[in-house]
């Protein structure tokens, strides 16, 4: 017998009990679809964090003032005078490993334009600061050394501070009014988007950090520095050599604690990485037991359609199959409900995914290797689990086979 043949047969056979076609079917469908969906939702999460990893960067410390016991007083962390900018000059200056550094001041201020006003994050740097955290300007430009040397009051304002201000107009060449004092934008900053955590990383306004101390900040000294290493340095070997310019140039005894603290981005960036590394493959586990649990029902339904087909198979061989064709039709069987099953399955789970995306609001990611994965397993299960029935049938004997009731 021909492949078209054993195949119509098999169609043929399925046809002949709708119900329990669909039944059998409905384990793989939900199997497929939990897969295809599970997966979505572990890429999504995987993508989201990328861009969050992409927005903060993976290649720079966080150092800040921290409260130190000296003498019997505890002083408030964050209090600390003994962080300046002239650490950071010094980090640059006295560290090769280094490639960036500056001091950063954020403060929350009501900021005014022509057109509104809005309460938003305001924040002094280095221009240092756009190569430390990789941000551009989509329209205009970043202000640099020669905006800092002169006392520009310019600055570069974040994607949601503009709509904010501006609506729809350019605020490139727009005045902003901070603490009473004028500046001017030069440029706006290329969207980053949200953290995980809802941080908005475009709900700001960047100025010269010379200006800003001037004219924004005035007494209040910035207790906060960036540090970015060169390219191919690992970050412990820059978190040391750091960590060990700043104790000696704050007199930190042997016995001394730090007055700083030292958050290093690279550890969180591949501790999240991990994690949602882990959750992805917990939730590929958890579909996949679905998957095998359908395919359980698939063999569940092949050995009852066995016995029920007995003298069938029998009559079969009596005139003249062998155990090979009968082990073709079954196992075919097997394989089209399978591939039918993972076919709606498909449908099924790419539709969930749509949905959780649209109505729920949830971040999910239908990938083109996902869905090959999907179908490819649901061949394998119908394999696998139509194999055992299909070699049944095979080696009834067919005296035996024809004298069933």
Request: proline share 3%; with cysteine; hydrophobic share 45%.
């Amino acid at each position: 017998m021909t492949v078209f043949g054993i195949l119509g047969e098999a169609i043929q056979s399925l046809g002949k009990n709708k119900v329990r076609t669909s039944l059998a079917t409905l384990g793989i469908v939900i199997g497929i679809a939990s897969v295809i969906t599970m997966v979505a939702m572990g890429e999504g999460t995987r993508r989201r964090v990328q861009r969050d990893i992409a927005a903060l960067g993976d290649d720079w410390l966080l150092i800040f003032s921290w409260g130190v016991q000296r003498q019997g007083i505890q002083t408030a962390a964050g209090t600390s005078p003994t962080m300046t900018t002239d650490d950071a000059k010094a980090i640059l200056r006295q560290c090769p490993l280094v490639r960036a550094a500056t001091p950063s001041n954020r403060m929350t201020f009501q900021v005014s334009s022509k057109y509104a006003n809005y309460q938003t994050s305001v924040i002094g740097v280095f221009s240092s600061f756009f190569d430390i955290r990789r941000w551009r300007a989509a329209h205009g430009r970043l202000f640099d050394e020669d905006d800092e040397a002169s006392l520009a009051k310019v600055c570069c304002i974040g994607q949601t501070t503009a709509r904010e201000l501006f609506g729809s107009v350019n605020p490139v060449g727009e005045t902003i009014r901070v603490n009473r004092a004028p500046f001017t934008v030069i440029g706006l900053l290329a969207a980053k988007g949200r953290s995980s955590d809802g941080r908005d990383y475009d709900d700001l306004i960047l100025f010269p950090f010379r200006v800003f101390q001037t004219k924004i900040a005035g007494q209040e000294r910035s207790a906060t520095m960036l540090v970015a290493a060169r390219s191919g340095v690992p970050m412990t070997v820059v978190h040391e050599r750091v960590r060990e310019l700043l104790r000696e140039r704050h007199r930190l005894g042997p016995d001394e604690a730090d007055d700083f603290r030292i958050v290093d981005f690279a550890e969180n960036a591949q501790i999240q990485e991990e994690t949602t590394e882990s959750f992805s493959q917990l939730l590929l586990v958890i579909a996949s037991v679905s998957l095998i649990v359908g395919g359980v029902g698939i063999m569940n339904i092949m050995l009852v359609s066995v016995t029920e087909r007995t003298r069938e198979i029998g009559l079969r061989m009596a005139i003249g199959a062998d155990g090979r064709h009968v082990l073709s039709q079954f196992l075919v069987e097997a394989v089209l409900l399978c591939c039918a099953g993972g076919l709606a399955g498909v449908l099924l789970g790419v539709g969930t995914a749509e949905a959780l995306q649209r109505y729920k609001e949830w971040e999910v990611a239908v990938t083109p290797w996902s869905l090959a994965v999907a179908v490819t397993f649901s061949l394998v299960v119908g394999l696998f689990f139509g194999f055992y029935p299909a070699w049944r049938a095979s080696r009834l004997d067919p005296i035996e086979a024809l004298r069933f009731e």
